[in-house]
């Protein structure tokens, strides 16, 4: 399998559950590292974050409502999260405009046939 490294990034504006990246076809992504930042100077934020796994038609979480203080960020790192064709990382913030979410990660080609 030919890898390639991307990244992810989304800026919260809201506090629905919201794509941060979704695994296109044919491919399969492993999660390398994770960074939930708070841009709020003044206030805490609470963070989630989930994955769907389109082939089972659930949902996961991964962290729920994690407190993050004013100007601070939660790294999530070494953390090999494998996501199959189709799949989908989220975030959801507990304030809109505080989070934003950056993910690292190798993108694993597999060619069909």
């Known amino acids: 399998m030919d890898g390639r490294l991307k990244n992810a990034s989304v800026a919260l ?6 794509t941060v990246y979704t695994v296109p076809t044919n491919f399969t992504a492993v999660i390398k590292e994770i960074f939930l930042t708070n841009v709020d100077g003044s206030s805490a934020v609470d963070a989630t974050l989930k994955y769907t796994d ?3 038609s659930a949902t996961f979480s991964l962290l729920s409502t994690k407190s993050i203080a004013a100007d601070d960020y939660l ?3 070494d953390s090999n999260i494998i996501l199959e064709e189709g ?5 959801q913030a507990g ?3 505080d ?3 950056t993910v690292f990660l190798q993108e694993l080609y ?3 046939g």
């Open 54 to 56: 389109t082939s089972a």
């Open 75 to 77: 790294r999530i790192e």
């Open 87 to 91: 799949d989908i990382l989220k975030a």
């Open 95 to 97: 304030a809109a405009n």
């Open 99 to 101: 989070l934003e979410v």
């Open 13 to 18: 504006s809201d506090t629905n559950l919201t």
């Open 110 to 112: 597999k060619p069909q």
